[in-house]
C-alpha cells in the first residue's frame, strides 16, 4: 500500500458526460501527479500541483481540469467525455516539488481509476 | 523532450532465470524510477535511482547518469515477477516526466 487513495475504483459512464476522479496524497506529501494510461498512448503525466498551485502540464487535454485543494486532496475533471477517454488514470504523490535544487522526490501511485466511456 | 527507450519490450523465462532490463534516456536527468506495474494494474515503486546503484532482495539497479542509461536487474525470478516495468524520468529542458513504453516480463512456471 502506498499510502495514495483514489475513489472510486471503476468508473462506467456514457458519452458526453462529465465525471470527477478523487485521490488523496500521502500524509506529508505537497505534489500531486495525475496520469492516464491507455492501450494506444501507454502511461501519459497530465498535470501536476503543488501545494494548491499548479505546476507542470503535460498532454492534459482542454476537456480535462484538475484542482488541489487546501487539504492537499486532488481532483481530476473530465468533461465532454469520449470513446477514447476511457482509461487507467492514476494519482501519485511526493513530498517536495519536483525541480528543487536537490533533485527530485520520489514518486508513490494510487491504485488508479478505471474508466469506461460507453 | 527527453525521450526514454526500454528495452526488450517483450521477455520470456522460465521461473528461476536471471533477467537484464535497459533503459535509455536522451537527456540528463534529474529523477528516474522503476516501477513494476503487476497484472492488476497496480504500479509499485521499485527503486528511486538518478544515479548509482541499489539492491532490494534480488531486484537491483544501475543508473550511470553520464551515459544515460539504467539497468534493472532481476535474479531468480519467479511468476509474481511478471508483470510490466516501466522506467520513468524528469530532466532535460522542462519539468514532464516521461515514461518508457515498458518491458513486458511473463515468468512462466
Known amino acids: 500500500d502506498s499510502g495514495v487513495t483514489q475513489t472510486p475504483k471503476h468508473l462506467i459512464t456514457a458519452t458526453g458526460q462529465r465525471v470527477t476522479l478523487r485521490c488523496s496524497p500521502r500524509s506529508g506529501d505537497l505534489s500531486v501527479y495525475w496520469y492516464q494510461q491507455s492501450l494506444d498512448q501507454g502511461l501519459q503525466f497530465l498535470i501536476q500541483y503543488y501545494n494548491g498551485e499548479e505546476r507542470a502540464k503535460g498532454n492534459i487535454l482542454e476537456r480535462f481540469s484538475a484542482q488541489q485543494f487546501p487539504d492537499l486532496h486532488s481532483e481530476l475533471n473530465l468533461s465532454s467525455l469520449e470513446l477514447g477517454d476511457s482509461a487507467l488514470y492514476f494519482c501519485?504523490?511526493?513530498?517536495?516539488?519536483?525541480?528543487?535544487?536537490?533533485?527530485?522526490?520520489?514518486?508513490?501511485f494510487g491504485p488508479g481509476t478505471r474508466l469506461t466511456v460507453l | 523532450g527527453i525521450q526514454v527507450e526500454q528495452s526488450p519490450p517483450d521477455l520470456i523465462l522460465q521461473e528461476g532465470a536471471n533477467s537484464t532490463l535497459r533503459c535509455n534516456f536522451s537527456d540528463s536527468v534529474n529523477n528516474l524510477q522503476w516501477f513494476h506495474q503487476n497484472p492488476w494494474g497496480q504500479l509499485i515503486n521499485l527503486f528511486y535511482i538518478p544515479s548509482g546503484t541499489k539492491q532490494n532482495g534480488r531486484l537491483s539497479a544501475t543508473t550511470v547518469a553520464t551515459e544515460r542509461y539504467s539497468l534493472l536487474y532481476i535474479s531468480s525470478s519467479q511468476t509474481t515477477d511478471s508483470g510490466v516495468y516501466f522506467c520513468a524520468v524528469i530532466g532535460g529542458r522542462d519539468d514532464k516526466i516521461i515514461f518508457g513504453k515498458g518491458t513486458r516480463l511473463h515468468i512462466l512456471p
Open positions: 501519485a504523490s511526493s513530498v517536495r516539488l519536483a525541480g528543487a535544487a536537490k533533485g527530485y522526490n520520489e514518486q508513490f
